[in-house]
């Protein structure tokens, strides 16, 4: 059975920031005068590698390839910090925060996830890869100025693992279900310090 499933690998926030990232939202909901489709807090997440639609046993495939690549790859701090827009400000699409410290090692283990699921046959894009967790979502490109205003930084948290995620598109917006949870090492992981 060849079932197609729709997924990416991605790290998770805490639940801590997750209730920052609420208020964030709702601070920005009455800003905008336009249409937002705003993801839910529960369901922000930075993206490493979309996947696309995959058979379950590029999932299994990719589970065992990523599980011995990131066996080394120790745990570590991060904070999102500061707002953007893709593809501008000024003709925005997107509207995301940015990742202040542990950027540096949010785009190692990305940069190891890529090229481990390149030797399975992952394409990834063409676009450099810029650590970023979606806040929101236009139809329309739309200028969104003032959110360089908007001074926005978490708290830290410990990123401990990676995950791939199963996701299904449906009216009311996307659900995202974890398929698989791999533990990064915890071997050189101290006080918070990279």
Not at 72 to 86: I, R
Not at 117 to 138: A, D, Y
Not at 156 to 167: A, T
Request: overall charge positive; proline content about 5%.
């Amino acid at each position: 059975m060849s079932e197609k499933i729709r997924s990416f690998v991605a790290v998770d926030t805490s639940v801590s920031v997750r209730g920052e990232l609420a208020r964030l939202v709702k601070d920005l909901e009455v800003k905008t005068e336009f249409s937002v489709k705003w993801v839910k807090p529960e369901q922000m997440h930075i993206t490493l590698a979309f996947l696309g639609e995959v058979t379950s046993e590029f999932v299994q495939n990719a589970e065992s390839r990523l599980k011995q690549s990131i066996a080394g790859f120790p745990e570590f701090s991060c904070q999102l910090a500061g707002l953007g827009a893709f593809p501008s400000v000024n003709r925005a699409r997107v509207i995301w925060a940015g990742v202040g410290t542990g950027a540096d090692r949010v785009i190692a283990l990305q940069r190891e996830v890529v090229q481990t699921l390149m030797r399975i046959g992952f394409v990834p894009e063409r676009r450099p890869f810029s650590p970023h967790l979606t806040l929101g979502r236009m139809r329309v490109p739309v200028n969104v100025q003032f959110i360089n205003s908007v001074s926005f930084v978490s708290s830290e948290w410990r990123v401990s693992e990676l995950i791939i995620y199963q996701s299904e598109l449906h009216p009311s917006g996307p659900v995202y279900t974890p398929l698989v949870r791999l533990q990064l090492s915890t071997a050189e992981f101290s006080s918070g310090k990279l």
